[in-house]
């Protein structure tokens, strides 16, 4: 089956814990990104990559880290320095970086802090 | 500043009956537009895609409109379905270097029997 796979979907964190995310892509896609969506909110650009070996901070890229060893994986790693990491993490490729390729989104994860 | 308002924040109609949902958006240089319909605790999935010459595009029972002279857009739904209960979002591309995308709130929709 195709597609993006985001693993955990549940996650639960102890303060002071680092977590990771995953985010797996089958598409051959180049490009990938990390959002943040809270309750009433829009989703907020966490990192993206558009290709191996690089990536870009978005807006909200402060307690946050990433990789992209290979072009199928694009871990998320949610680090302690992240104050409010309790949202849900939706991770998203597209086939290249032009602004008319479609967006395709894995389930997501939720992440909630005890 | 590049936004994206969506109104109204959100709706609720009944089985059967046509809605419209409304985007405004402040983004330029704009590229494109696009509607998501994300149902809960889901990935958002990608309904339309509009360019700037495009004024009406349609999926099904879902039509977008675009105006990019006013820069407002709408989605039109028509015989509602149970199934349709979800948020609808808008999404507006400016044309930079990285494409970026700028995230309405969404519209959380609900239809009842």
């Known amino acids: 089956d195709g597609g993006i796979t985001q693993s955990p979907k549940y996650l639960f964190r102890k303060e002071g814990q680092n977590v990771t995310l995953s985010c797996e892509q089958n598409?051959?896609?180049?490009?990938m990104y990390w959002y943040r969506q809270d309750p009433g909110q829009g989703l907020r650009l966490i990192y993206y990559s558009q290709i191996v070996n690089d990536f870009q901070k978005g807006d909200i890229a402060e307690g946050y880290s990433v990789s992209r060893e290979k072009k199928e994986s694009f871990p998320l790693t949610v680090t302690s320095a992240q104050k409010n990491p309790t949202a849900f993490y939706l991770c998203?490729?597209?086939?290249?970086?032009?602004?008319?390729?479609?967006?395709?989104f894995g389930e997501g994860s939720w992440l909630t802090v005890v | 500043k590049n936004q994206v308002e969506q109104s109204p924040q959100s709706l609720i109609i009944l089985e059967g009956k046509n809605c419209t949902l409304q985007c405004n958006y402040t983004v330029s240089p704009f590229s494109n537009l696009r509607w998501y319909k994300q149902d809960t605790g889901r990935g958002p999935v990608s309904l339309t895609i509009m360019t700037f010459s495009e004024n009406t595009k349609s999926n099904g029972r879902y039509t977008a409109t675009l105006d990019a002279d006013t820069k407002q857009s709408s989605l039109h739904i028509t015989a509602s379905q149970l199934s349709d209960s979800a948020s609808y979002i808008c999404?507006?591309?400016?044309?930079?270097?990285?494409?970026?995308?700028?995230w309405g709130a969404g519209t959380k929709l609900i239809i009842k029997p």
């Open positions: 598409l051959n896609h180049d490009a």
């Open positions: 999404v507006v591309s400016a044309v930079d270097s990285n494409y970026q995308l700028i």
């Open positions: 998203a490729t597209r086939r290249s970086q032009g602004s008319g390729n479609t967006i395709y």
